[in-house]
């Protein structure tokens, strides 16, 4: 697995279109990602906070490949709606080392 994440400072004036502009987004563009298995975006508990997306992967390659596709170009173009809305971000790539999915049962266990 692969996981890329980005770290996205988007003013709160503009939060509410971008949630929009992203989910759209995430809606129109990522389904069909080959090897892409999951992409979240997560909203900040606090103002001074940036919005994170996180994008799982089968492999480097397979989110190699997304980043050079016209989808994902089409994806971050300004005029997507998303780009605007942003003042600044941060990629960050990672390997997990361990992944732990807890069971409802073990949970309260």
Same mark, same amino acid.
């Given at each position: 697995?692969?996981?890329?994440? +980005? ?5 709160a004036e503009r939060a509410e279109e971008f949630e929009r502009h992203f989910?759209d987004n995430m809606r129109t563009f990522l /389904? ?11 909203? /900040? ?11 799982? @992967?089968?492999?480097?390659?397979? @989110?190699?490949?997304?980043? &050079?596709?016209?989808? @994902?170009?089409? &994806? ?6 998303? &780009?605007?809305?942003?003042?600044? +971000?941060?990629?960050?790539? @990672?390997? /997990? ?11 309260? &266990?």
């Amino acid at each position: 697995m692969f996981i890329a994440t +980005n770290r996205l400072f988007v003013p709160a004036e503009r939060a509410e279109e971008f949630e929009r502009h992203f989910r759209d987004n995430m809606r129109t563009f990522l /389904p069909g990602v080959p090897g892409l298995l999951r992409s979240t975006l997560l909203r /900040p508990t606090r103002p001074d906070q940036p919005y994170v997306s996180t994008n799982e @992967f089968e492999s480097e390659e397979d @989110f190699r490949a997304w980043v &050079a596709s016209d989808s @994902f170009k089409q &994806a971050h173009a300004r005029n997507s709606g998303i &780009a605007r809305h942003v003042t600044g +971000n941060a990629v960050e790539c @990672f390997s /997990p080392i361990e992944d732990l999915i807890v069971t409802p049962d073990e949970a309260c &266990a």
